[in-house]
């Protein structure tokens, strides 16, 4: 037999897929490697929402109301930008042209990002009132919602059914690496906000540089967020979408918002009676009831005897 029929009938070797997530130190270490190598392109990407974040804590009134929801809704559209600069890390064009090209393709799915933000909000929350627990795992299963509708195209419900797909039987594995970036990121904003106010005080100065800490703290959770996104996807391979789940998640949420209103109204009614009888005199009350009003007589039977010896010692009681 020749070399070349050798070669046909060798088969090709496939690429060995992991068993199991990488190690939280090994996440780590390629998160430290993307934010060195994107830090600066990421700062660009965040500085107007947080700049107007930061100009609006400065004010008060109707300004600041309107100034937070215009600094949040471009907050949503910049987190979005930084996933696709992320997401297509590879892509060398200059800093101005990516920021550029990035709020470009956020802005055209800026809708649907909303609308998987509200879809996220609405069924996790609804999870934490149902005494927090259904609101923990809800929210680890949906927390790379956001990525797959801009990775894979998935929308709606379809991005937070699959990115519960990718979590299915790594639910601990996925918590605990991700609370231990959470645990750093806090321990570390903790300390610059420390260090800051040691240094500037608790003034308006203080304000605004504990705000721009954002521009280098945010970017470490999403970079985070998406290597550990790919890793699942390399570990879980392709994932199927159940359709009927829609209905499930759904129900968990209004079933958690309805519980809420049920016991805000049960609160209302009670607070409300309490007060009421509080301000009508409460037990005082009683002295203005109708003089016909008759209440059950109780006899009790006392003996002779007894009688006497009371009726002695009142007697008694009288002379002195």
């Known amino acids: 037999m020749d070399n070349e029929t050798i070669t046909q009938a060798t088969p090709t070797p496939t690429p060995e897929i992991p068993k199991s997530l990488m190690s939280v130190g090994a996440l780590l270490k390629k998160a430290w490697l993307v934010y060195k190598d994107k830090i600066w392109l990421a700062v660009g990407i965040l500085a107007a929402p947080v700049i107007l974040m930061t100009l609006t804590s400065l004010v008060t009134g109707p300004l600041a109301l309107v100034g937070s929801l215009a600094a949040v809704l471009i907050m949503f559209l910049a987190q979005g930008a930084l996933i696709l600069v992320l997401l297509n890390r590879e892509t060398s064009l200059d800093a101005k042209s990516e920021i550029k090209n990035a709020y470009k393709k956020a802005w055209s799915k800026f809708w649907l990002l909303l609308w998987v933000g509200i879809l996220i909000a609405f069924i996790t929350i609804g999870g934490f009132c149902l005494f927090v627990v259904p609101g923990v795992i809800l929210t680890v299963w949906f927390m790379f919602s956001m990525v797959i509708l801009l990775a894979e195209e998935e929308r709606g419900m379809k991005a937070l059914i699959k ?34 106010v040691t240094i500037a005080g608790n003034g308006s100065l203080a304000v605004i540089l504990i705000n721009l800490t954002m521009l280098f703290v945010v970017p470490v959770t999403v970079i985070y967020q998406i290597l550990l996104y790919e890793d699942l996807k390399v570990v879980k391979g392709a994932v199927e979408i159940k359709e009927q789940a829609k209905t499930t998640y759904l129900l968990v949420g209004v079933a958690g918002w309805v519980f809420v209103i049920i016991i805000a109204l049960l609160a209302t009614s009670l607070m409300m009676s309490v007060l009421g009888f509080i301000l009508g005199g409460g037990l005082n009350n009683i002295e203005g009831l109708p003089e016909k009003f008759e209440t059950s007589e109780i006899q009790i039977d006392i003996p002779e005897e007894v009688q006497e010896q009371l009726k002695q010692l009142s007697e008694q009681d009288v002379v002195l």
């Not at 790594?170 to 918590?175: A, H, K, M």
């Open 163 to 196: 990115s519960r797909e990718y979590v299915r039987d790594l639910f601990w594995p996925v918590l605990g690496r991700y609370l231990a970036m959470a645990i750093l990121v806090m321990i570390s904003y903790a300390i610059l906000g420390m260090l800051i």
